[in-house]
């Protein structure tokens, strides 16, 4: 049987949200301990199923993928010290790369989703990605704007500029998208989903129904440097 989130990582979650202090976190230590290895032992799981159609999962380790609890604050107003999620990435090269990957977000609340897609590429990147998009407009739109994508990710989401970007037309078709700094794809999960049985058969699926996004925005970014 496979592993499924408990109710009391959710619950931790949603706990630390309201009660975000170093001294409440000490004393429930061992319930973070506990909803943290509920969440790797998901992610090993997710890893394994994965990696039947994405090659970028193979190799990689759940407690790898994992972002760290503990917030830096030394250049934030927001003072919390821990962030109120788990969340792990999903990539070529692991979850500090800048290639496309799959993000999954679990917290209390309703608040939890699994995403996919490119996040803030550097420059050089962004600039092939866009080229990629500006030359293959239908394909791009055949992935993004497909029924069942939609279905289960409505509009694609990302920061965008104000202005058109350097060296293309404002008239040029293909200008709604190229706006983008990220292009991402995000399913929310609510609770109810995310305690489910099948919750890893959920999110399989979800990874599944972005891959051609992400094959798509990883062309151009592979082809630098070559």
């Given at each position: 049987?496979?592993?499924?989130?408990q109710?009391?990582?959710?619950a931790f979650l949603?706990?630390?949200?309201?009660?975000?202090?170093?001294?409440?976190?000490?004393?429930?230590?061992?319930?973070?301990?506990?909803?943290r290895?509920n969440?790797?032992?998901?992610?090993?799981?997710?890893?394994?199923?994965?990696?039947?159609?994405?090659?970028?999962?193979?190799?990689?380790?759940?407690?790898?993928?994992?972002?760290r609890?503990?917030?830096?604050?030394?250049?934030?107003n927001?003072?919390?010290?821990?962030?109120?999620h788990f969340?792990?990435?999903?990539?070529?090269?692991?979850r500090?790369?800048?290639?496309p990957?799959?993000?999954?977000?679990?917290?209390?609340?309703?608040?939890s989703?699994?995403a996919?897609?490119?996040?803030?590429?550097?420059a050089?990147?962004?600039?092939?990605?866009r080229q990629?998009?500006?030359?293959?407009?239908d394909?791009f739109?055949?992935?993004?704007?497909?029924?069942?994508f939609?279905?289960?990710f409505?509009?694609l989401?990302?920061?965008q500029?104000?202005t058109t970007p350097?060296?293309?037309?404002?008239?040029?078709?293909?200008?709604?998208?190229?706006?983008?700094?990220?292009?991402n794809?995000?399913?929310?999960?609510?609770?109810e989903v995310v305690?489910?049985d099948?919750f890893?058969q959920?999110?399989?699926?979800?990874?599944?129904?972005?891959?051609?996004?992400?094959?798509?925005?990883?062309?151009?970014?592979?082809d630098i440097?070559?």
């Amino acid at each position: 049987m496979s592993t499924t989130i408990q109710k009391s990582t959710l619950a931790f979650l949603a706990d630390l949200a309201k009660n975000n202090t170093r001294e409440w976190f000490s004393e429930h230590k061992e319930r973070y301990n506990a909803a943290r290895q509920n969440y790797t032992n998901f992610l090993e799981e997710l890893l394994q199923e994965m990696q039947q159609f994405e090659p970028a999962a193979r190799g990689q380790k759940g407690k790898d993928l994992l972002f760290r609890i503990y917030r830096d604050v030394r250049f934030s107003n927001d003072k919390r010290p821990y962030k109120d999620h788990f969340g792990a990435y999903i990539a070529e090269g692991g979850r500090k790369s800048v290639y496309p990957g799959y993000y999954l977000h679990l917290a209390g609340g309703g608040r939890s989703f699994v995403a996919g897609g490119l996040w803030m590429p550097p420059a050089e990147q962004l600039k092939a990605v866009r080229q990629e998009i500006d030359y293959n407009l239908d394909g791009f739109r055949d992935i993004v704007e497909a029924p069942a994508f939609r279905e289960k990710f409505g509009d694609l989401q990302g920061e965008q500029l104000k202005t058109t970007p350097k060296g293309y037309d404002k008239e040029n078709p293909a200008i709604g998208y190229l706006r983008y700094k990220s292009w991402n794809a995000t399913m929310p999960l609510p609770d109810e989903v995310v305690l489910q049985d099948n919750f890893l058969q959920v999110v399989v699926e979800a990874t599944q129904a972005l891959k051609p996004l992400n094959d798509f925005l990883m062309r151009p970014m592979q082809d630098i440097g070559e």
